[in-house]
């Protein structure tokens, strides 16, 4: 929000003492994120006059529309210039802003006088976007009519005044408007603060234009009608500065004025053509099939029971708290005006700006958070503006609906010093909540606070202390190391997840973390089939975006997201890893969630009640490669990255976590059906997929048709993994190795034959490997020999040749038990 200081000081005198940095240290300290500190406009704009246009000669000769105005800049004959311009949007009599030779614009852009088109034009009239005061370029910036001719532009404007430009959070709607600021820097400098909305004075109140509201996503809507407004009366000069200056474009003294109001109050506000509104206002959802042309001029289909519209007997007059109805607009000719301030549900307001693309004022408000009582008295304070200069007569003010109002709280004023490591003294306590706007009742260690209307995300204890510790000043608080306590540190399921991350990035792969969120269309790319479990995705309530409405069921599509952007940027070699968290729905339904007081112990049946309310979550890891796993080299040709390199990467994710696993071939969207591993744990309970995705995914996701994937239930692998408790023993006597070769069946796979071995050895067995795999004639068809290389060794003896013997004949035997293989 942009902040004049001339504003400020009007709602806070006290500031005109501070330098505007002084302003900008004090807003930041107060948690107002001070983007910028500057004049309206740029700081190297001079020479600019304001003058009225006498006569326009029309020059028709050139392809476009060219004219040649003669403009007055006093009373003298030589104060009349001519002027070439080429815009076409003003006329004899109107009041511009003209830069004479000598001027400067932004950018260091000099004006003389030149000789262009034909004629000698004597400087240049100029629009908002050549001063640097926006991006408006449709004509010239045509001024009010009692602008003073010959007077300093950059005076009248008032484009060298202080602006602050603050960044307020999302929960902290109060600050997109004058009046929450100015509370804010009356409680850092400690003074009292008066509420503007208080000066507008208590509302008439009576019945009105009929309104009902058919949604709880709006509990409150205000309304007031005024007759026989003048259509063509013009806003002061001081209001449209003043817009202009908070980054807004004067337009008419109806449109002018609640744009202001809203600036002022943070509510915002709607004026209709009251004489084209047919019958009653209701407040209701869209219903299948409707439409809606907004006021810029495009058709938007309605989203049945998502967009909450305002409309009358006859049309729809606009998206709630988003835009309005292109046909509901004020015009020139509007003499019957009815005013609106709605209090509408940020949640559903924000899901509709973002469903629709639409970035407003009045929108950016909404979801923040209005001031649910500010309506009447907005409402007022416009009404008397539109009245004082553009005439009317005003009825009394209707409102419809009641809003729910924030709750008192039992705040403990120990506590508060408890939590934040500061001893704030009672009375401290009691003028900072003061200060922000809240009622405070009885007296210490005990208060019953009540917070402020305007502010919605006071909602717990915790809450109440920010405000003391940001209001006392958080460079008061004391800079103390805190003592860690004895006994803590990592869990083991926490090492094994940064012995993962190790290993993997070891391995030459990069950690890409991406957001818990997930397109469900992706999963269509991926051709996921339905009753995939990874179909079962968990909706958000208040999604980002309308392409992220449910957190995600899979790592791929993150994880391929950055390996699209890296090739797309000329990577070539991409290795990246993910691990995070990944989310299902349960079979049945899940309860809603208790709300639980933040500042008390849950009891084990809230534990309970909470741990049923959420759905399932599972740690995973994955790795995405594709390009060349080794360069190119004068001795050999470029390796590029294949399904055993997405295997070798599961393989060694399992060995970090000391979880022994059995690879087999397997199928399993979205992997190329003949070039994909199933991994398994020793039980045969599936906890990964590796290989190279499928081509047709590869073109849906828009990564190369080469490109190589693995995730696999980390979690799982945890769980079933060795628990690390040091290094491991090293045996100081000889290891034994010796090779066996046996015959099995071709469809047999090497790994489990591994897994036999390995449970047959026991624990002599120190590793085994394989070394050879044949087929062909000598071993039949239908048969392949696997040879392998056992390494033996106990920890406290030197094995005899009777010990090796007896753990080879074993193995021999298992291995022909369960596989029937025999020795070759």
């Not at 006569?55 to 000769?61: A, D, H, S």
């Not at 058709?299 to 409309?311: C, H, S």
Request: net charge negative; hydrophobic share 40%.
């Amino acid at each position: 929000m942009r902040v004049p200081l001339s504003w400020l000081t009007e709602l806070v005198p006290e500031v005109a003492a501070k330098t505007p940095q002084q302003i900008a240290d004090l807003l930041d300290d107060l948690g107002i994120e001070v983007d910028e500190v500057g004049g309206m406009g740029p700081d190297d704009i001079d020479g600019l006059r304001v003058g009225e246009v006498m006569e326009i000669e029309e020059l028709t000769e050139f392809k476009k529309p060219i004219r040649f105005a003669q403009v007055r800049f006093g009373d003298a004959p030589e104060d009349t210039r001519g002027i070439v311009c080429g815009a076409t949007n003003f006329a004899v009599g109107d009041r511009v802003v003209a830069a004479l030779p000598g001027a400067v614009l932004p950018g260091d852009f000099h004006i003389s006088a030149r000789k262009t088109y034909g004629k000698v034009s004597d400087g240049m009239i100029c629009s908002a976007r050549e001063m640097g005061l926006g991006d408006e370029h449709d004509g010239i910036l045509v001024l009010p009519p009692d602008a003073p001719v010959g007077a300093d532009a950059v005076d009248y404007l008032g484009l060298h005044q202080t602006v602050f430009v603050t960044e307020p959070t999302p929960d902290r709607g109060y600050q997109l408007s004058m009046r929450g600021i100015g509370r804010e820097v009356a409680a850092g400098l400690r003074v009292d603060y008066t509420d503007p909305l208080d000066a507008a004075g208590e509302p008439e109140f009576a019945d009105g234009f009929p309104v009902e509201l058919q949604c709880p996503a709006c509990d409150r809507f205000s309304t007031r009608i005024i007759r026989g407004f003048d259509p063509q009366a013009a806003s002061p000069d001081w209001m449209q500065q003043r817009l202009s200056a908070a980054g807004m474009r004067p337009i008419s003294l109806a449109v002018d004025v609640t744009n202001y109001v809203m600036l002022l109050t943070g509510q915002p506000l709607h004026a209709y053509d009251l004489d084209k509104l047919s019958g009653r206002i209701v407040v209701r959802m869209a219903r299948e099939g409707e439409s809606i042309v907004t006021l810029d001029d495009v058709r938007r289909p309605l989203t049945a029971g998502e967009d909450l519209l305002i409309t009358d007997d006859a049309a729809i007059q606009g998206l709630a708290g988003v835009m309005g109805a292109e046909w509901a607009e004020i015009s020139d000719t509007t003499s019957n005006i009815l005013l609106e301030a709605a209090h509408f549900d940020p949640s559903t307001t924000s899901r509709t700006a973002r469903r629709h693309g639409l970035i407003t004022e009045a929108g950016k408000r909404f979801e923040r958070g209005v001031d649910p009582l500010a309506g009447p008295a907005a409402i007022e304070l416009s009404s008397r503006l539109l009245v004082e200069f553009g005439g009317g007569t005003p009825e009394p003010t209707s409102t419809v609906g009641e809003p729910a109002l924030p709750q008192s709280h039992q705040v403990d004023v120990p506590a508060i010093s408890a939590l934040i490591g500061v001893e704030y003294a009672d009375q401290t306590v009691t003028d900072s909540l003061r200060a922000v706007g809240a009622a405070v009742e009885g007296s210490a260690p005990t208060l019953t606070v009540t917070p402020p209307s305007w502010r919605p995300d006071f909602v717990e204890p915790n809450r109440f202390a920010e405000e003391v510790a940001r209001i006392d000043g958080y460079d008061n608080i004391p800079s103390v190391l805190p003592q860690a306590q004895a006994g803590r540190g990592l869990t083991p399921p926490q090492r094994a997840r940064r012995w993962a991350s190790r290993a993997l990035g070891y391995a030459g792969f990069v950690e890409t973390p991406s957001m818990s969120f997930q397109d469900d269309a992706d999963l269509d790319r991926m051709k996921i089939p339905a009753d995939d479990q990874r179909r079962r995705t968990v909706a958000l309530a208040n999604p980002i975006s309308a392409e992220q409405r449910t957190l995600r069921s899979t790592l791929l599509p993150g994880l391929l997201g950055a390996v699209r952007r890296n090739v797309s940027r000329g990577a070539r070699d991409v290795a990246v890893f993910e691990t995070g968290t990944v989310f299902f729905e349960k079979d049945e339904q899940r309860p809603s969630a208790p709300q639980i007081d933040v500042g008390i112990h849950p009891s084990d049946s809230e534990l309970a009640a909470l741990e049923a309310a959420l759905p399932i979550e599972r740690l995973h890891a994955a790795v995405a490669l594709t390009g060349d796993v080794s360069p190119k080299t004068w001795f050999a040709g470029a390796e590029p990255a294949s399904w055993r390199d997405a295997v070798e990467a599961a393989r060694e994710l399992a060995e970090s976590v000391s979880a022994d696993v059995v690879i087999e071939a397997g199928s399993h969207a979205p992997w190329h059906p003949g070039r994909c591993a199933v991994i398994t744990l020793a039980d045969g309970a599936v906890v990964g997929y590796a290989g190279e995705l499928h081509p047709g995914v590869c073109d849906a996701l828009e990564v190369p048709r080469r490109t190589a994937v693995a995730e696999l239930n980390l979690g799982a692998l945890i769980a079933a993994g060795q628990p690390v408790t040091g290094p491991p023993d090293v045996s100081p006597y000889p290891r034994a190795v010796q090779d066996l070769a046996v015959l099995a069946d071709a469809s047999v796979p090497a790994a489990a034959l591994l897994a036999t071995i390995r449970k047959a050895g026991g624990e002599l067995l120190e590793d085994v490997e394989v070394f050879d795999v044949y087929t062909g004639q000598q071993v039949g068809e239908g048969k392949r020999s696997v040879a392998f290389a056992l390494s033996l060794r106990a920890a406290d003896r030197t094995l005899s040749h009777e010990e090796t013997t007896a753990v080879r004949q074993a193995i021999i035997d298992a291995l022909a038990a369960e596989h029937n293989a025999v020795l070759r």
